[in-house]
T-cell receptor, first 110, second 114 residues
Framework: EDQVTQSPEALRLQEGESSSLNCSYT??????LFWYRQDPGKGPEFLFT???AGEEKEKERLKATLTKKESFLHITAPKPEDSATYLC???????????FGTGTRLTIIP | NAGVTQTPKFQVLKTGQSMTLQCAQD?????MYWYRQDPGMGLRLIYY???????DKGEVPNGYNVSRLNKREFSLRLESAAPSQTSVYFC?????????????FGEGSWLTVV
């Protein structure tokens, strides 16, 4: 069965302090890996899709990378507005199910 | 630019009551999904509709029914609510399946069963 594990569960950073969030996955045939941002009381908001090892995508202060076993979401010089829960997910092979991790709750302190 | 709209936003039910969560998307998407989100569990797929006229079970379908009313609307029904169905429910849609397509989520419906 496909599995997605995110670490750490929670991360507190000072404004401007760069760090990385980890998403480890086990799937029978990778068909992509998704990153989402979720603010309290809101639905997940799409950030990135990565399809193959070595692929990188960037958006503002965020950069997502992918290897054969894990993905990293790097956040550079974060601002308080980057505070949110970040989710990763992989599509299951042969059906329409997305397996989600439980997320990393990121807090940026001014 | 509404995207995926869910109603109601909040609902409190008594055990055994029934209710329907409504979802509509205005992006002309073919595929629609219902997920639930519980602390420490991540989002789990309840039911999905790959296209108008079809529905399929997801990971946790027990206690739920769905209707794909038309291309825009996909409803989730709880026939006899149980406390274990207390959760946050998210509707989502994509143009055609989860592989290679961006999935858009609604704002969520908070359901409490007492």
């Amino acid at each position: 069965e496909d599995q997605v594990t995110q670490s750490p569960e929670a991360l507190r950073l000072q404004e401007g302090e760069s760090s990385s969030l980890n998403c480890s996955y086990t799937v029978s045939g990778l068909r992509g890996l998704f990153w989402y941002r979720q603010d309290p009381g809101k639905g997940p908001e799409f950030l990135f899709t990565l399809y193959s090892a070595g692929e990188e995508k960037e958006k503002e202060r965020l950069k997502a990378t992918l290897t054969k076993k894990e993905s990293f979401l790097h956040i550079t010089a974060p601002k308080p507005e980057d505070s949110a829960t970040y989710l990763c997910a992989v599509p299951n092979f042969g059906n329409e199910k997305l397996t989600f991790g439980t997320g990393t709750r990121l807090t940026i302190i001014p | 630019n509404a995207g995926v709209t869910q109603t109601p936003k909040f609902q409190v039910l008594k055990t055994g009551q029934s209710m329907t969560l409504q979802c509509a998307q205005d992006m002309n998407h073919n595929s629609m999904y219902w997920y639930r989100q519980d602390p420490g569990m991540g989002l789990r797929l309840i039911y999905y509709s790959a296209s108008e006229g079809t529905t399929d079970k997801g990971e946790v379908p027990n206690g739920y029914n769905v209707s794909r009313l038309n291309k825009r609307e996909f409803s989730l029904r709880l026939e006899s609510a149980a406390p274990s169905q207390t959760s946050v429910y998210f509707c989502a849609s994509t143009v055609g399946g989860i592989s290679g397509n961006t999935i858009y989520f609604g704002e969520g419906s908070w359901l409490t069963v007492v």
